[in-house]
């Protein structure tokens, strides 16, 4: 099992910057391929952002290239560097693990998830 916690959500102005935190226990960090996931009213669950392991292979869905950056630490930690905010990235931000060396795109890929933050950007 994989216990994951989010923190660092909140309510900003467009164009602010955000840091998103997953801490993760219950396995060791060097096994597990982690991911973002946003989800908004109405809307499917969308791909944000991915990280193998060891930190080398990310992946970031179309709409935050440029703008976000995924990285993580050697502990158990992994960050979601959210600069550029606009109104549309306003949603629940999710952190998934999969026990696994590649990092997908979909969510259903993801073994453990955590319970979601929110992100609101004000205009």
């Known amino acids: 099992q994989v216990q994951l916690v989010e923190s660092g959500g909140g309510l900003v102005q467009a164009g602010d910057s955000l840091r998103l935190s997953c801490a993760a226990s219950g396995r060791a960090f060097s096994s597990i391929s982690m991911g973002w996931f946003r989800q908004a009213p109405g809307k499917e669950r969308e791909f944000v952002a991915g990280?193998?392991?060891?930190?080398?292979?990310k992946a970031y869905g179309d709409s935050v290239k440029g703008r976000f950056t995924i990285y993580r630490d050697n502990e158990n930690t992994a960050y979601l560097q959210m600069n550029s905010l606009k109104p549309e990235d306003t949603s629940i931000y999710y952190c998934?693990?999969?026990?696994?060396?590649?990092?997908?795109?979909?969510?259903?890929?993801?073994?453990?998830w955590g319970q979601g933050i929110q992100v609101t950007v004000s205009s």
């Open positions: 998934a693990a999969r026990v696994a060396t590649i990092a997908t795109t979909t969510a259903r890929s993801y073994n453990y």
């Open positions: 990280i193998n392991p060891s930190g080398g292979n």
